[in-house]
């Protein structure tokens, strides 16, 4: 199982950026996807998660300005990300709760999966 993460960059506060991630591989399903942050010195955040079901949850620091959506055909997610302050710069994480298949008759098991970071930067 791979998790590819796109879209980071350098960005003017006040601008936007959007975030990608596909999920590959042997998969036999997903649940939860989302994304995490940790900025220079401080530990690793939750962002934004959605379920399955498209159900959503953002940390109080981004709501209002971060929206996230879900292709589950595509295994994909995308963060956009509106109204970028200093305080957003950080490196992204996807993340996805995944069962890997390993065949008929194997058993399942769930586990976080994690994509490469990509570096968001936001100043002038």
């Known amino acids: 199982v791979q998790l590819q993460a796109s879209g980071g960059g350098l960005v003017q506060p006040g601008g936007s950026l959007r975030l990608s991630c596909a999920v590959s591989g042997s998969i036999f399903g997903i649940r939860d996807m989302g994304w995490y942050r940790q900025a220079p010195g401080k530990q690793r955040e939750l962002v934004a998660l959605?379920?399955?079901?498209?159900?959503?949850n953002f940390a109080d620091s981004v709501k209002g300005r971060f929206t996230i959506s879900r292709d589950n055909a595509q295994n994909t997610i995308t963060l956009q990300m509106n109204s970028l302050v200093p305080d957003d710069t950080a490196v992204y994480y996807c993340y996805a709760d995944v069962a890997p298949y390993y065949g008929a008759g194997s058993k399942l098991k769930w586990s976080d999966h994690w994509g490469h970071g990509t570096l968001v930067t936001v100043s002038s």
């Open positions: 959605i379920t399955r079901s498209g159900v959503t």
